[in-house]
């Protein structure tokens, strides 16, 4: 089966930028995707960017994506208390009912 | 935006009752409906991917017989935990994806089962 890797935790300061990283291993992926799941919550989608694609930003969100090495990155800029969950890559492959691969999960927490 | 909701959001059952929860799109019809489960501080596990008008399909290692899964009309799929034990006890995710691919898949707020 496909196999999303992600560090478990990642602390920051408030303020600082966090960089959360996620390898994957299927090169047929069309989408990739960031999502944040708070405590005891769903899931929120954050962002999504094209297997195409290198780089998309959205405010304080960066995505950079390299397709040669699978290598994806969210980064969140001016981290906020607020940002404190866990956050998890997901890829689409385009077989069966498309359905997402995610990974293990980053719990990112902010440092006041 | 897309929006899935998901009831209830929390429910605490007998050993040996049935506990149904709902998975409706509010705002767009969802041909792909997916069922997970999460176990605490794990990712998700996909338990079945239903499509609608049709049977679901189910991951290696899920009963089906158990874990029924209903996809009567383009915005509702149901599960329903048949007979629940205390390992049935775990937090239920279902997500929806639309017609259109880009959109990605919308997920509920989840249904944190507890199994006394």
């Known amino acids: 089966g496909e196999d999303v890797e992600q560090s478990l935790f990642l602390s920051v300061r408030e303020g600082d930028s966090s960089v959360i990283n996620c390898t994957y291993t299927?090169?047929?992926?069309?989408?990739l995707y960031w999502y944040k799941q708070e405590p005891g919550a769903g899931l929120q989608l954050l962002t999504y960017?094209?297997?195409?694609?290198d780089m998309k930003q959205d405010q304080r969100l960066t995505v950079l994506l390299n397709k040669k090495d699978k290598h994806l990155s969210l980064r969140i800029a001016d981290t906020q208390t607020g940002d404190s969950a866990i956050y998890f890559c997901a890829e689409s492959i385009p077989t069966g009912a498309n359905n997402l691969f995610f990974g293990t999960g980053t719990r990112l927490t902010v440092i006041p | 935006g897309a929006v899935v909701s998901q009831h209830p959001s929390r429910v605490i059952c007998k050993s040996g009752t049935s506990v149904k929860i709902e998975c409706r799109s509010l705002d767009f019809q969802a041909t792909t409906m997916f069922w997970y489960r999460q176990f605490p501080k794990q990712s998700l596990m996909l338990m079945a991917t239903?499509?609608?008008?049709?049977?679901?399909?189910?991951e290696q290692g899920v009963e089906k017989d158990k874990f029924l899964i209903n996809h009567a009309s383009l915005t509702l799929s149901t599960l329903t935990v048949t007979s629940a034990h205390p390992e049935d006890s775990s937090f239920y995710i279902c997500?929806?994806?639309?017609?259109?691919?880009?959109?990605?898949?919308?997920f509920g707020s989840g249904t944190r089962l507890t199994v006394v």
């Open positions: 299927d090169s047929s992926s069309t989408y």
């Open positions: 997500s929806a994806r639309s017609y259109s691919g880009w959109r990605g898949y919308t």
């Open positions: 239903s499509n609608e008008g049709s049977k679901a399909t189910y």
């Open positions: 960017i094209f297997s195409n694609m």
